[in-house]
């Protein structure tokens, strides 16, 4: 007797499937709730950032203790699985639903005059940035060709939870 097995979707699948599920839903929220629609879209929002953040705050973790294996051993094959997957499956959707539904709180709310806004704004593309500096330390460690130190990578594990502070303080209690 044989079984067949289907195989599973690949991680980038999924993560896509999963990205484009929750557009749609957020869409559809927005269309049949309307107005009342917008604290949905912020929880959406907020379960969006805690994503991404928790995918920050880990990703230089790894980046530290990858350091100390050695290069082609089955413990660095291993961290560069899981960095490469919490990149793309957790970390990249996470900041675009971030991204997409914050410009759509911060269109509906019209705060895109107000100072705090534009300050926290540029948190937010500093915070992007270091996403993008991390994206990029993944294809590095992948390439087995990462230069920096786990010093490095213990003081630039902070960035990200010094721009949430700041973000937060922003949206939170809007001191300008």
Known sequence: MTT???PAASPAKRA???????VAVTLAAAVILGE??????????????ISWMAGMLYLPRLFIYHCDAEKGSVQSETFKVMERRLLTIILNPAMVIAWGLGLWLAWIGQFYSSPWFIAKLAL???LSAVHGYFSAAVRAFNED???????????VNEIPTVLMIGIVILVIVKPF
């Open 4 to 6: 067949t097995t289907t």
């Open 124 to 126: 937010v593309l500093a």
């Open 36 to 49: 009342g629609a917008y604290l949905w879209i912020k929880a959406a929002h907020v379960i969006a950032i």
């Open 145 to 155: 060709r990462n230069d920096k130190s786990p010093r490095h990578w213990r003081i």
């Open 16 to 22: 896509a499937i999963s990205l484009v599920l929750t």
